[in-house]
């Protein structure tokens, strides 16, 4: 232990560096001080427009005001996203938020739908959700909690937003709770001679901007956590081969799609996010794979309006730092570790990082056993994301390229083949440990990318086939029905949360 905290320093203001400054400064209630340093000349990444909903917690947390939040951040709402051509060219399916069906006795509900499926008894998987069937019809409404046993009472539900007025509005509100900015370049960081921990950071001005604990939030540069500590980094590139991404924003189409969109092409995917005055898009690609001119002209040839700049190429490296808490810095966002926002992660990275920091606030000082444990959760939460986000690589039956049959044939995590091999042996699905996709997350992809079972559960059969069938056509009934109500999607947001 040593010599107690008094000043945090943040160095980076994207979505991590004001995430991190506003929650900072709502915890913490002015007991520490909080700095930010932040360089205009370089700015941000300016990409991360998609959530999941566990960015609601977060919000709370900080005390916002959702229509406000999406009137500033030209925001929409996400039930979800539609995944096209990932199993097989022309497959198209959805993993939605929430639950999917409604409990049943003792075995999970896709257990009695897989039999009932299997005789042709039942509906497809989707019917039995209400996020997807919902973003199917274009419809939203946030959970109705006057309405707890009705599926309107459990819509789970994320956003989408504009990642430059993200970051602009945090930072509004971390101003306003005591944070002190400092626009500036730093050129490099001091270190303390007898235990290496960083006492300042210097800006090309000379100015230093000192501190107890730092929070490296400079992006993929990892100004303090590389650049300075050379903590290391972890390569995952052999499972996760994409390194580019080509970005453009286009004009708003016709429809407002409560959905995020992937869509996977020859040697990659490409998203598509509908915020309020346009849609966010990028290609997620291989270089080895595909050239720089193919990609832009796959990205440029899939718009549904406009382009409205020039495609913008962003270079990464999937993997995570060795540690992400080394010596007194805490590296939150980028400059922690990268992988591919297929599934929206790396917000709700950001989010979880900023918990446990929380959870481990130093406060006297620091604790070999507190950052082991820290680096520990982060570890498993990275390690159990990238199984996710491989899984959607490796299940695909595509021939049509190089790319696919390699991903396809690839070695895949021992943690990624057993929950795998679980899922053959009668569709069984087990969370570990609190990690962040829950078993109806893996169901969906599993599912949706075609992975078989050999059965279901034995104890499906326990009950009366026709008491089944009656079950499950009376939750997707209440499922339309609900839907039915719903307004749509851009009517909800002219009423409640139109960015002016
Ligand atoms: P940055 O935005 O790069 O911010 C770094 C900050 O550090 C800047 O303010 C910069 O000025 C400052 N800085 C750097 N060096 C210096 C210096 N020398 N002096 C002073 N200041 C300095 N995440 C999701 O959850 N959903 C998505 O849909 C999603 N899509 C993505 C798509 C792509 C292609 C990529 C690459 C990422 C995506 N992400 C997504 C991740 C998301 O963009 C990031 O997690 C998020 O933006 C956080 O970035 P950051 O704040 O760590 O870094």
Redesign the pocket.
Known sequence: MQTPIKTVVI???????WMTAVAMATVLRGRYKIRL???DE??????????IPMIQRFNKTIGLDENEFLRETQGTFKLGIEFVNWGQVGDRYMHGFGRVGQDLWTVPFEQYWRKMRAAGKARPLEEYSITRMASKANKFLPAQTDLPNSPLGEIAYAYHFD?SLYARYLRKLSEARGVLRTE???SHATQRAADGHIDAVVLESGERVEGDLFVD?????G?LIEQTLKTGYEDWTHWLPCDR?L?VPCESAPVLTPYTRSTAHKAGWQ?R?PLQHRIGN?H?YCSNAISDDEAAATLLANLDGKPLAEPRM?K?KTGMRSKSWNKNVVAI???SG?ME?LE?????M?QAAIQQLIDFFPDEGFSARDTEEFNAQSRFHYERIRDFIILHYHLNQRSDSEFWRGCANMAIPQTLKEKMDLYRTRGRLFRFNNELFTEVGWLQVMEGQNLATDGYHPLVDVQNEAGIAEFLEGVREVIGKCVDVMPDHAAYIAQHCKAM
């Not at 160095?11 to 560096?17: F, H, L, Q």
């Not at 941000?44 to 427009?49: A, F, H, L, N, P």
């Not at 929206?344 to 709700?348: D, F, R, W, Y």
């Open positions: 160095v980076g203001g994207g979505t991590a560096g340093v932040e360089s370089i700015g941000i990444v300016g990409v991360g427009e998609a959530t990642a500036g370049k730093i939030c400079s992006g993929f540069r100004l991404a970005a998203w996010i990028g997620v962003i990464f966002g980028l400059s990268f926002p929206s992660t790396s917000i709700h950001i």
